[in-house]
């Protein structure tokens, strides 16, 4: 499914009316039908008192829609328009002619009534919010500031048309004010702020609905939007498993990590890696960490290497052969120390070819040496946090945040490597310009070694045969979801990584 911006759906929007020849009067019907049609899902009960907010612009001809709509199917319904009837220009002002001519319930705000919207938000059961739509653009103005404040503080149900009003729908930022809605229903696709910055804390349930303007024309107009990874994507693109499989079918993968501090880290790569499929795991740590390993997690084989204060040496690579591995991850555990940077350079240049995954204090190393990347002759993928993402850039966390897409597909395109942001809403970004958003994932993932499980389960996909893009798509959306619904049986609070990791094969018993 495609998420797009402003501009984005505007170019949609101008193509379906202009060359297709469908008027924005019938998409704004369409859109206005669509959102009742969703609503009246969830409420059937026609004694509920709905009080419709709207603007001048289209959002707030949809909303003329919406009201004229349920008041056909006998709800007690209001419209509430916040602005004075001269500003509604366009599409809108059909609507809202139709509405006034047919005597509907109607309220016009003014400064000296507004004690009475307060009045009808208190008696409220839903309030719906079609007041700014995704034309919101820096500080929210009077009389929509106050307004917005009124709704959130409302025991109503909100939905909110297209986009909660103050939240913008390129970046997901909010100035100072937005609608908190309990529901989204937005039109053609998911807005990419819904992702990205405040947009998750913002948007509720989300629905999406068709309002006949067509998806398949956004190649066509040289769009570049960003894809929102769903279930039949990752049913799709999830390596399959011959029935006459055998564990060297299914891949041999190698974790390099570990120091004395950081013995858990490669484990949980190890053991997510075999919970999603892989055939064999290969553990290289320092040697002095081998016996608690080697208790904890018998299934692998180990390559213990010799190290200097717990940490592996760059001499150590040089004595085994990594040919027969078919993926490499470096840095769960690996911690920081001075040999750092060599340690880097002496992998890259034992390897052959094959995908390298490289995370944690991995990529605190290749900071000042991606020419590394550039150099290699095969896959690199990355999986940085937002601050690790800040260390190799040599910028700020907010900034990072404040920008998430962007420098990932700027990243990913400069170094020709593959780039997993996580964070809330975590993003995938290749080489050749395709961007993913991963709709799934909570606070349950707020834990050390979370995202060392993460490591282990791209590993094994790619082991198991995925492209490095279906491997990303997938590991980022099962390690998250695993993440969900483990937090439903043990609370946010008490998800581990080693739940994660057993959450993993539940989804996947679901799935196929």
């Known amino acids: 499914?495609?998420?797009?911006?402003?501009?984005?759906?505007?170019?949609?929007?101008?193509?379906?009316?202009?060359?297709?020849?469908?008027?924005?009067?019938?998409?704004?019907?369409?859109?206005?039908?669509?959102?009742?049609?969703?609503?009246?899902?969830?409420?059937?009960?026609?004694?509920?008192?709905?009080?419709?907010?709207?603007?001048?612009?289209?959002?707030?001809?949809?909303?003329?829609?919406?009201?004229?709509?349920?008041?056909?199917?006998?709800?007690?319904?209001?419209?509430?328009?916040?602005?004075?009837?001269?500003?509604?220009?366009?599409?809108?002002?059909?609507?809202?002619?139709?509405?006034r001519k047919r005597q509907l319930p109607f309220f016009q705000l003014t400064e000296t009534n507004f004690y009475k919207l307060q009045e009808k938000m208190n008696c409220a059961t839903i309030i719906v919010d079609a007041m700014l739509g995704t034309g919101t653009q820096g500080s929210i103005r009077e009389p929509y500031r106050s307004v917005i404040q009124m709704v959130n503080q409302s025991t109503a149900f909100v939905l909110s048309v297209d986009i909660p009003s103050g939240l913008q729908a390129d970046d997901g930022h909010v100035e100072e004010f937005a609608i908190k809605a309990d529901q989204t229903v937005t039109f053609v696709m998911p807005k990419i702020g819904f992702y990205l910055q405040d947009g998750p804390n913002y948007i509720g349930?989300?629905?999406?609905?068709?309002?006949?303007?067509?998806?398949?024309?956004?190649?066509?107009?040289?769009?570049?939007?960003?894809?929102?990874?769903?279930?039949?994507?990752?049913?799709?693109?999830?390596?399959?498993?011959?029935?006459?499989?055998?564990?060297?079918?299914?891949?041999?993968?190698?974790?390099?990590?570990?120091?004395?501090?950081y013995v858990g880290a490669p484990i949980y790569s190890a053991k997510s890696a075999f919970h999603t499929g892989i055939g064999l795991v290969t553990l290289a740590i320092p040697e002095c960490n081998y016996p608690m390993s080697a208790v904890q997690l018998p299934e692998a084989l180990f390559l213990p290497l010799n190290h200097q204060n717990g940490h592996i040496t760059q001499t150590a690579l040089f004595e085994h052969d990594f040919s027969k591995f078919n993926a490499i991850s470096f840095g769960p555990g690996i911690s920081r120390f001075e040999d750092g940077d060599k340690l880097v350079q002496a992998l890259f240049n034992q390897l052959k070819g094959q995908p390298i995954i490289i995370d944690a204090d991995g990529l605190y190393f290749l900071r000042n040496q991606m020419q590394l990347v550039k150099d290699y002759q095969g896959p690199v993928i990355i999986t940085p946090h937002p601050g690790e993402m800040a260390t190799l850039l040599n910028t700020t966390i907010k900034e990072v945040e404040e920008h998430r897409l962007e420098i990932a597909k700027q990243f990913a395109e400069k170094y020709n490597v593959y780039v997993l942001l996580k964070g809330h809403r975590s993003i995938v970004a290749t080489p050749n310009g395709n961007t993913w958003i991963n709709p799934f994932g909570h606070d349950a993932l707020g834990k050390g070694g979370s995202?060392?499980?993460?490591?282990?389960?791209?590993?094994?996909?790619?082991?198991?045969?995925?492209?490095?893009?279906?491997?990303?798509?997938?590991?980022?959306?099962?390690?998250?979801?695993?993440?969900?619904l483990q937090a439903k049986e043990l609370s946010h609070y008490g998800v581990t990584p080693n739940t994660i990791i057993e959450g993993i094969p539940q989804i996947l018993n679901k799935m196929f």
Do not use: W
Request: hydrophobic share 40%; proline share 3%; glycine share 12%.
């Open 451 to 484: 995202g060392d499980v993460l490591t282990g389960v791209i590993l094994s996909l790619l082991c198991q045969g995925a492209n490095i893009e279906k491997a990303l798509v997938c590991a980022t959306f099962l390690h998250a979801r695993a993440a969900e």
């Open 1 to 99: 499914m495609y998420i797009g911006g402003k501009k984005d759906l505007n170019a949609l929007d101008q193509y379906t009316i202009e060359t297709l020849g469908l008027p924005g009067t019938v998409l704004m019907e369409n859109a206005g039908n669509a959102v009742v049609e969703a609503l009246l899902k969830d409420y059937e009960d026609v004694e509920a008192k709905i009080l419709v907010l709207a603007g001048a612009g289209n959002n707030g001809g949809d909303g003329f829609v919406i009201a004229r709509k349920l008041c056909d199917r006998g709800f007690n319904v209001e419209l509430c328009l916040l602005v004075d009837e001269s500003k509604i220009k366009g599409d809108a002002l059909t609507h809202f002619t139709i509405y």
């Open 205 to 261: 349930d989300l629905k999406v609905v068709d309002i006949s303007v067509p998806t398949e024309y956004v190649k066509q107009l040289n769009l570049t939007l960003p894809k929102l990874i769903t279930y039949s994507d990752v049913f799709a693109q999830m390596p399959k498993r011959p029935a006459n499989g055998h564990k060297g079918t299914f891949g041999h993968g190698l974790v390099i990590g570990g120091s004395k501090p």
